[in-house]
Structure formats: C-alpha cells, structure tokens
C-alpha cells in the first residue's frame, strides 16, 4: 500500500523507534503516547483490520505482543497495559493498516476507558448470542 503511512515505516521510508521485529512483524514506540512505553505492533504485511488478516499473521502479531508486554513490564514496571484495537473509524481508526495499542498503565495515569454503559435484558443477551453464534464459522 503505497500511500499507508505504516507501510512505509515497514519499508523504512519514514523512521520509527523500533522496540522489536521479526519477519512478520513490527513493534514501534507510538509518536504521540498515551502513556510511557505506548507501542503499536503490526502485521508487516497490509492488513486494513483483522477481517482482512490471516490466521498466521493474527498468530504473529499476537505473538509478538506478548513478547513486548514482557518486555515493557520488565524495562519500565507499570502496574498494567490496556491492549487496544480500534477497528473502523467510528472506533478511532485512523490508520488503516491493523495495529494492537500496548499502554502501559498505572495507578492516577489518567487514562480512562469506559465500558459497560449500555444494559441489555437476560432475554436479549440470550437471543443476541444464538445470532452472533449462527454467524461464526
Ligand atoms: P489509531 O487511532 O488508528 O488506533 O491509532 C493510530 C496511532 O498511530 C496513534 O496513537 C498515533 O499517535 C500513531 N501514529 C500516527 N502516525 C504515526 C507515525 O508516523 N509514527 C508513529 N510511531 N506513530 C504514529
Ligand atoms: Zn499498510
């Protein structure tokens, strides 16, 4: 993808700090961190999201995560990580090229994500889920 800003830091057109990588992967320190240590990995091959990657990379990409989690919780010792994934733009996807947030967190960091703000009934949950799992192969 010629015009994918993280394609080119795969190619090395733009630079990055690299923390790790292998030949399918890529881990690189976030320009503008949410916390200290923020890091993306990513599949080096062009993947928009993960309906678009396959099983190998999915694998990889995973893989190499948790090799950078160890790494950061040795090197700078936070208390947690959020591992994020913005899928599509009403998610905050700004680049179209699949990547896995690490931030690392700790204690009045600031960071806040919220969840568990909408409430479905026992019988919506129930007919929700026998859709959802009439649709995964
Ligand atoms: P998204 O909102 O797409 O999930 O996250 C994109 C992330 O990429 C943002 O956290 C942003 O700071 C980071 N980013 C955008 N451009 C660059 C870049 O050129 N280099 C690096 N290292 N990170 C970038
Ligand atoms: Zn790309």
Redesign the pocket.
Known sequence: MEDC?FCK?VNAD?P??TVYQDNDTLA???????TRG?T?VIPKKHAENITDMDDRDIAFVFRTVRKVVRGLQAAIEPEGFNL?V?HGEVA????PHF?C?IIPRNTGDGIEYKSGGSTLSTQELEELAVKVAEHIH
Request: no cysteine; aromatic share 10%; glycine share 4%.
């Open positions: 800003i830091i733009i990055s700090f690189f320190l976030d320009i503008n961190p949410d923020h993306l994020v913005n905050g996807q700004i680049i990547h947030h």
